[in-house]
T-cell receptor
Framework: GQSLEQPSEVTAVEGAIVQINCTYQ??????LSWYQQHDGGAPTFLSYNGLDGLEETGRFSSFLSRSDSYGYLLLQELQMKDSASYFCAVSYNQGGKLIFGQGTELSVKP | GAVVSQHPSWVICKSGTSVKIECRSLDFQATTMFWYRQFPKQSLMLMAT?????????EQGVEKDKFLINHASLTLSTLTVTSAHPEDSSFYICSALGNPEAFFGQGTRLTVV
């Protein structure tokens, strides 16, 4: 089978740092991606890890440990507009389908 | 980045009718596209992989006769929900590429009454 686990919701205040964890159990693995989705909108790409380690893109960073089947998304200097759902997703090959986690709803408070 | 356009953005139809959703890649050619369904506050569930010029590959549990997928050109994939019922009401969304970034259409909110 295949499963991706992430917390269902997280709350933080503006300016803070929040980490959203994702653990996965899949029959194959190529890489781990992170997507943001606002209510009623389409998912937008945030970050990708194909190899172990940290990838940094502005305020967002993502980490992967393939041996632990674990990754996380780190959001720094939180802003109100960061309130959204965040999904981790596993890909099995280059350019292939994505299997999404259940999503983490992030609420940023003033 | 690449642009994927999906149409319509929302549709209301009567129970028993069919609805076609289009997904176009505007500035690139997509030999493969993916169709997802998302219920409120839930994850994106992969329904099928659409392959240009060949049959779609459906995920386990997805009825291929109910959700017809056609990928007749390198820029267009369509999903037809046949004989729609209220339980088919959902948010349907397509995507393309994924190397590693996947580009998504705007999504289609389907309501069956």
């Amino acid at each position: 089978g295949q499963s991706l686990e992430q917390p269902s919701e997280v709350t933080a205040v503006e300016g803070a740092i929040v980490q959203i964890n994702c653990t996965y159990q899949t029959s194959g693995f190529y890489g781990l991606s992170w997507y943001q989705q606002h209510d009623g909108g389409a998912p937008t790409f945030l970050s990708y890890n194909g190899l172990d380690g940290l990838e940094e893109t502005g305020r967002f960073s993502s980490f992967l440990s393939r041996s632990d089947s674990y990754g996380y998304l780190l959001l720094q200097e939180l802003q109100m507009k960061d309130s959204a759902s965040y999904f981790c997703a596993v890909s099995y090959n280059q350019g292939g389908k994505l299997i999404f986690g259940q999503g983490t709803e992030l609420s940023v408070k003033p | 980045g690449a642009v994927v356009s999906q149409h319509p953005s929302w549709v209301i139809c009567k129970s028993g009718t069919s609805v076609k959703i289009e997904c176009r890649s505007l500035d690139f050619q997509a030999t493969t596209m993916f169709w997802y369904r998302q219920f409120p506050k839930q994850s994106l569930m992969l329904m099928a992989t659409s392959n240009e010029g060949s049959k779609a590959t459906y995920e386990q549990g997805v009825e291929k006769d109910k959700f017809l997928i056609n990928h007749a050109s390198l820029t267009l994939s369509t999903l037809t929900v046949t004989s729609a019922h209220p339980e088919d009401s959902s948010f349907y969304i397509c995507s393309a590429l994924g190397n590693p970034e996947a580009f998504f259409g705007q999504g289609t909110r389907l309501t069956v009454v």
